[in-house]
């Protein structure tokens, strides 16, 4: 009888995936940081951050900010305070992100506040500054919390339904 190769061996062996990749890959950061930020989301004690919770933050800072034009845009304040809905509002995603980024270690901290920086330019200037923020928020120290909010994400907050 004769025998098989290797190679139709391996074929009909399943396929499985690599060794150590990440279970998911965020789009535009290299495969040493989305391994990274995967080991910090798996070690952290936080309950906002958990597996996934960076590619969910960094595709909603990215989704807030994609309508084309130049009108002010208002980020929304979430319903409810549970791991999915507080992403509605895109500073929680940007708190998140914040988190993440002083947990990692210098290079894929580097690669990813690149991104950030980037997306933190546009929404400085698609956003208004609220000059009452401290008496508005529980988090005035951080900038992206400064900024005009209420209401529908877009709409002016004088619009918002009460």
């Not at 995967?38 to 960094?58: K, N, P, W």
């Not at 509002?89 to 690669?111: G, I, K, N, S, W």
């Not at 500054?129 to 709409?155: I, M, T, Y």
Request: hydrophobic share 30%; net charge positive; aromatic share 8%.
């Amino acid at each position: 009888m004769p025998r098989k190769r290797p190679r139709a061996l391996r074929a009909q062996q399943p396929l499985r995936a690599p060794r150590g990749l990440p279970a998911e890959r965020i789009h535009g950061l290299s495969l040493r940081t989305s391994r990274a930020i995967e080991r910090v989301e798996r070690r952290s004690d936080d309950y906002y951050v958990h597996r996934g919770a960076t590619a969910h933050a960094l595709r909603r800072y990215r989704a807030f900010l994609r309508p084309p034009g130049r009108r002010p845009r208002y980020p929304r304040h979430s319903e409810c305070d549970c791991r999915g809905c507080s992403f509605d509002d895109v500073r929680h995603a940007r708190d998140v992100l914040e988190t993440v980024l002083r947990q990692l270690p210098p290079r894929p901290r580097a690669e990813l506040r690149h991104r950030v920086r980037a997306l933190d330019a546009e929404y400085a200037a698609r956003t208004l500054p609220d000059p009452f923020a401290d008496r508005r928020q529980w988090r005035a120290h951080l900038w992206w919390r400064r900024r005009l909010a209420n209401g529908h994400e877009g709409a002016p907050p004088w619009t918002a339904k009460t």
